[in-house]
């Protein structure tokens, strides 16, 4: 009878305690069939867009919106007192367009006949729903670059000479909007501006807010009025404050496409991810940026 018998004490295979003692090299290690994923940023910006024009809608390269210029006192429609029998004075409105060009934007991983048939997984499919979230982060970013063109396309830059943020650049970005007839629905945060909110006195103090559920609930919400998202793909000491209702637009000419094929010389299978697409400020009035430092 063997004087050993088989255990399992812990002690790696390769580990220079391993061997007769505890028999561990033949002891299986279990590789668990699934990929635990990487922290993802939650992306929701998209859901802000004024408006979304699909494949349908453009026919061609571009696609051309013509759009009514703002109003002000040189371009709008204006309405005369007449006196009897008079001439009514001629007067028209201003008109402009705005122009989408959907750029492609692609990604390709290459994987092994070898490794589709030894992986535990669908190494395929899995780097297929990878690039989904890669594409929809892409589209995050260029929406962010869109509100930077739209706030300084505006003047509405709202400078912070302080390191932090103060209720007087929210209020200031909000009177930006208003002074041009649009509503702040939004407020698109960094993570440095969310902790400045948060430390706001006027948010956190209970003795001037009448409660302690500052300190118990998550503080960022909505302040005046205004949806308060927090965005990774914001700078952290940047904000905007927006009319999501014509902040920016999404023309889309080719949704994310994902295909397959197959390279036999090198017996490797492909995952090629396309989209076509452009993002635009849709009315620059819509949106204020205000820098911390």
Same mark, same amino acid.
């Given at each position: 009878?063997?004087?050993?018998?088989?255990?399992?004490?812990?002690?790696?295979? /390769?580990?220079?305690?391993?061997?007769?003692?505890?028999?561990?090299? $033949?002891?299986?290690?279990?590789?668990?069939?699934?990929?635990?994923?990487?922290?993802?940023?939650?992306?929701?910006?998209?859901? @802000?867009? /004024?408006?979304?024009?699909?494949?349908?809608?453009?026919?061609?390269? *571009?696609?051309?919106?013509?759009?009514?210029?703002?109003?002000?006192?040189?371009?709008?429609?204006?309405?005369?007192?007449?006196?009897?029998?008079?001439?009514?004075? @001629?007067?028209?409105?201003?008109?402009?367009?705005?122009?989408?060009?959907?750029?492609? =934007?692609?990604?390709?991983?290459?994987?092994?006949?070898?490794?589709?048939?030894?992986?535990?997984?669908?190494?395929?499919?899995?780097?297929?729903?990878?690039?989904? =979230?890669?594409?929809?982060?892409?589209?995050?970013?260029? !929406?962010?670059?869109?509100?930077?063109?739209?706030?300084?396309?505006?003047?509405?830059? +709202?400078?912070?000479?302080?390191?932090? @943020?103060? $209720?007087?650049? !929210?209020?200031?970005?909000?009177?930006?909007?208003? /002074?041009?007839?649009?509503?702040?629905?939004?407020?698109? #945060?960094?993570?440095?501006?969310?902790?400045?909110?948060?430390?706001?006195?006027?948010?956190?103090?209970?003795?001037?807010?009448?409660?302690?559920?500052?300190?118990?609930?998550?503080? #960022?919400? *909505?302040? =005046?009025?205004?949806?308060? !998202?927090?965005?990774?793909?914001?700078?952290? +000491?940047?904000?905007?404050?927006?009319?999501?209702?014509?902040?920016?637009?999404?023309?889309?000419?080719?949704? !994310?496409?994902?295909?397959?094929?197959?390279?036999?010389?090198?017996?490797?299978? =492909? +995952?090629?991810?396309?989209?076509?697409?452009?993002?635009?400020?849709?009315?620059?009035?819509? +949106?204020?940026?205000?820098?911390?430092?």
């Amino acid at each position: 009878m063997p004087s050993n018998i088989l255990g399992t004490d812990g002690a790696d295979f /390769a580990s220079s305690t391993a061997g007769s003692s505890t028999m561990s090299s $033949l002891v299986p290690r279990r590789l668990l069939p699934e990929v635990i994923n990487a922290v993802r940023k939650k992306l929701v910006l998209r859901g @802000l867009a /004024a408006r979304v024009f699909g494949p349908g809608a453009i026919p061609g390269r *571009t696609l051309v919106v013509p759009m009514q210029s703002e109003l002000t006192a040189n371009n709008s429609m204006r309405v005369s007192q007449v006196s009897e029998a008079g001439e009514i004075p @001629l007067t028209q409105s201003a008109f402009e367009n705005l122009t989408f060009t959907p750029v492609k =934007y692609g990604a390709r991983v290459a994987v092994t006949r070898e490794l589709q048939e030894d992986a535990m997984l669908d190494v395929a499919a899995y780097h297929a729903e990878l690039a989904g =979230y890669e594409f929809a982060d892409n589209t995050e970013s260029l !929406i962010v670059s869109a509100l930077d063109t739209a706030s300084s396309g505006a003047s509405h830059d +709202v400078a912070n000479s302080n390191a932090t @943020l103060t $209720l007087t650049d !929210i209020t200031e970005a909000m009177q930006n909007l208003e /002074a041009d007839n649009y509503e702040p629905t939004h407020m698109v #945060i960094g993570v440095a501006v969310a902790n400045d909110i948060r430390l706001i006195d006027s948010f956190n103090e209970a003795d001037k807010t009448g409660t302690t559920s500052a300190v118990t609930h998550r503080l #960022i919400g *909505t302040i =005046y009025g205004m949806k308060v !998202i927090v965005s990774n793909n914001v700078s952290s +000491v940047l904000a905007y404050v927006i009319d999501a209702r014509h902040a920016f637009a999404i023309a889309e000419k080719r949704p !994310i496409t994902i295909e397959r094929y197959s390279d036999y010389a090198r017996d490797t299978g =492909y +995952v090629v991810v396309t989209q076509r697409i452009a993002v635009n400020a849709w009315r620059n009035n819509a +949106v204020s940026e205000i820098t911390t430092t």
